[in-house]
């Protein structure tokens, strides 16, 4: 190379020198946080989430990537929708109540994320259309998604507010313009980009679908097996946790949080929605897939243990007057409830694991 070359590239690398700074840090940012093809659904999950028709798109995953573990969506910066929504309890957390922004304590135990991206429909006919939280006032994954950045008591930011703090910064711009065609922050776009990272949590090839359809005779021990028979008949647990993914996706009274001296229920559930007294005390059936990885149990948190929800059970759940006819003592063994637990714990699966990234734009 002669040595006018050399100078001219030297002069053009300088020429460059900032714009190619900007460039490296954008480049960490980004093989921190890729563009990852969307992947298929696990084992077992399949048709679960093909039947949902809605499909993620990969930037839009990304950005909902950064958004989930970014804790500038908070009013006070310290709370991330993963503060509660933890990656390593199935996207759950391990305390009974939620707790936000300043310890606001809310009212109720922050459910798993997995496995939202479908549902299970039995009556077609019938079908009152996708719900989410435990009461089901949302009726979409990205009308629910943006509901926490507001709530007092979750990360207090008034959608307004958060716009605006986003807006204000420039390194997000680049990939809102690459998911949306413009830089602008909506509430919309946020939504978007939150809901189907959500949507691409999917957990699914557990023992249970190993044994059960992938014919691995020893994927399940004789335990489970057992207990997946209690399930489905002497137990009656598949007339609510029905499907793929173990829950009918209704309402139902079991008696948690019934109060007997007061004769009250400390919430009173779908019924503060649907405004229909016979949904007095009823809660979503939740998703049993992951469920021994996220103790504790029920709307309230108010079981520790999977054993003592089906010892709960097996007395017919707790006697109020809105109970759900479906229940009713089970006269199951003890033997008979460790098969049902070996059950619960083979529905541990996997394609949804993650972690927070490192870097964020700034
Ligand atoms: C302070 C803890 C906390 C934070 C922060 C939080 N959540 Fe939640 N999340 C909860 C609780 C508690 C519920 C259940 C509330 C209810 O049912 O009334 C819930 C419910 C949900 C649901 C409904 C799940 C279902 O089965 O219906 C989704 C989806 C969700 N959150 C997503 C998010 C996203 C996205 C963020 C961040 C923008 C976030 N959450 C931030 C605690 C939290
Ligand atoms: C009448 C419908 C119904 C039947 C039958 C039923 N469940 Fe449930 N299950 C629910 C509802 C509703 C909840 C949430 C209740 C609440 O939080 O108030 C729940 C909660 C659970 C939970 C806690 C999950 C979590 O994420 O907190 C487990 C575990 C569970 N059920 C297992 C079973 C087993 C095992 C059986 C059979 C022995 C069974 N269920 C029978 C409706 C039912």
Redesign the pocket.
């Known amino acids: 190379m002669t040595t006018r070359i050399r100078a001219a590239i030297l002069v053009a690398c300088l020429a460059t020198l900032a714009g190619a700074c900007a460039d490296s840090a954008s480049a960490r940012l980004e093989a921190d946080n890729p563009i990852r093809p969307v992947a298929a659904a696990p084992f077992g999950m399949e048709g679960f989430v093909a039947s949902a028709g809605a499909t993620a798109d990969p930037a839009r995953v990304r950005l909902g990537r950064w958004l989930f573990y970014d804790t500038r969506l908070s009013a006070d910066r310290t709370v991330s929708c993963a503060t509660c929504h933890r990656p390593d309890y199935a996207f759950?957390e391990p305390t009974p109540i939620a707790i936000g922004v300043g310890g606001a304590r809310g009212k109720r135990?922050t459910?798993?994320l997995i496995n939202l991206a479908g549902r299970t429909v039995l009556t077609p006919a019938d079908d009152p259309g996708p719900m989410f939280f435990?009461d089901g006032r949302a009726t979409s994954l990205e009308a629910q998604v943006v509901m926490p950045i507001a709530d007092r008591a979750e990360m207090a930011l008034d959608h307004a507010d958060m716009v605006a703090r986003l807006a204000d910064i420039p390194g997000y711009r680049p990939y809102f313009t690459q998911t949306f065609g413009t830089a602008d922050v909506t509430t919309a776009r946020v939504a978007s980009a939150l809901a189907d990272y959500v949507r691409t949590r999917v957990s699914g090839n557990a023992p249970f679908d190993r044994g059960a359809y992938g014919g691995d005779g020893r994927a399940l021990s004789l335990s489970a097996q057992r207990g997946r028979d209690?399930?489905a008949f002497k137990?009656?647990?598949?007339?609510?946790?029905a499907g793929p993914n173990?829950?009918d996706g209704?309402?139902?009274?079991?008696?948690?949080?019934w109060n007997a001296a007061t004769q009250q229920f400390a919430d009173v559930?779908r019924m503060a929605v649907s405004h229909l007294p016979r949904d007095h005390?009823?809660?979503?059936?939740?998703?049993?897939r992951d469920?021994a990885r996220?103790?504790?149990?029920?709307?309230?948190?108010s079981?520790p243990t999977?054993r003592e929800?089906?010892n709960l059970?097996?007395r017919g759940?707790i006697p109020n007057p809105w109970l759900?006819?479906?229940?009713g003592p089970?006269g199951?063994s003890e033997t008979e409830v460790n098969d049902?637990v070996a059950?619960?714990q083979s529905l541990s699966g996997e394609g949804y694991e993650d972690r927070a990234p490192t870097l964020f734009p700034k």
């Open positions: 759950s135990r459910p798993s435990w209690l399930f137990g009656r647990c598949a007339l609510c946790h173990f829950s209704r309402f139902y009274n079991v008696g948690i949080g559930g005390g009823a809660f979503k059936v939740p998703g049993l469920v996220r103790p504790p149990y029920m709307h309230d948190g079981i999977l929800v089906v059970y097996n759940g759900s006819q479906r229940l089970l199951l049902l059950f619960l």
